[in-house]
């Protein structure tokens, strides 16, 4: 069984920046692939970034230039730095592991979710 816990949430103004952590247990974690989504008040979930096992990463449209995600597989953590933030980076931002090497889009691909952690960014 895998287990994801994310840390790092807060709140910050516009401009500032947070990273997020991401604790993952209970599987060959370098195996698989991470992906970060994010769930404002009354909206789906949606897509932030992702990271293949292999290091190949994708960005939402809207975070591209600002986060960063990444990974340390000897430690079995993944990151979610935020830079530049803006009010609309206000959300819920979960963890994800995808039972396959390479990353996707969708929530429903990934296995495995954390409890998420609030990111609030005050104008």
């Known amino acids: 069984q895998v287990q994801l816990v994310e840390s790092g949430g807060g709140l910050v103004q516009a401009g500032g920046s947070l990273r997020l952590s991401c604790a993952a247990s209970?599987?060959?974690?370098?195996?698989?692939?991470m992906g970060w989504f994010r769930q404002a008040p009354g909206k789906e979930r949606d897509f932030v970034a992702t990271?293949?096992?292999?290091?190949?990463?994708y960005y939402a449209d809207s975070v591209k230039g600002r986060f960063t995600i990444s990974r340390d597989n000897a430690k079995n953590m993944v990151y979610l730095q935020m830079n530049s933030l803006k009010p609309e980076d206000t959300a819920v931002y979960y963890c994800?592991?995808?039972?396959?090497?390479?990353?996707?889009?969708?929530?429903?691909?990934?296995?495995?979710w954390g409890q998420g952690t609030q990111v609030t960014v005050s104008s």
């Open positions: 990271r293949w096992s292999a290091g190949t990463t």
């Open positions: 994800a592991m995808r039972y396959y090497y390479a990353g996707s889009y969708y929530a429903r691909d990934y296995a495995y």
């Open positions: 209970g599987r060959t974690f370098s195996s698989y692939a």
